[in-house]
Nanobody, 122 residues
Framework: QVHVVESGGGLVQAGGSLRLSCVAS????????MGWYRQAPGKQRELVAA???????KYTDSVKGRFTISRDNPKNTVYLQMNSLKPEDTAVYYC????????????????WGQGTQVTVSS
């Protein structure tokens, strides 16, 4: 059984910063990639940033230069440092662990967290 739990959301004024954390726990052998997605009311869920096991990163254009994704592989943890926040960054942020190989098997699965609310006031 694998669990993914996010933390660090909250309310912040425009121009402020927040740091999100996500931990995957359970009988995990390895995780291929980890990513942050967000979903604003009335909109589709979108990829914000993702990072591979080797440290390769991808960002959506709207957050480039403001957000930084990083991970701690031994701790199965991924972080999202969000700076210069804007009201349009307001959304529920979800963590996704991708290509999780469960110990004792050769199968890999994707797992989602429950989400954490980020609200940026103007």
């Amino acid at each position: 059984q694998v669990h993914v739990v996010e933390s660090g959301g909250g309310l912040v004024q425009a121009g402020g910063s927040l740091r999100l954390s996500c931990v995957a726990s359970g009988t995990i052998f390895t995780i291929n990639a980890m990513g942050w997605y967000r979903q604003a009311p009335g909109k589709q869920r979108e990829l914000v940033a993702a990072i591979t096991y080797g440290g390769g990163t991808k960002y959506t254009d709207s957050v480039k230069g403001r957000f930084t994704i990083s991970r701690d592989n031994p701790k199965n943890t991924v972080y999202l440092q969000m700076n210069s926040l804007k009201p349009e960054d307001t959304a529920v942020y979800y963590c996704k662990a991708m290509g999780v190989v469960v110990a004792g098997t050769w199968n890999d699965y994707d797992y989602w967290g429950q989400g954490t609310q980020v609200t940026v006031s103007s």
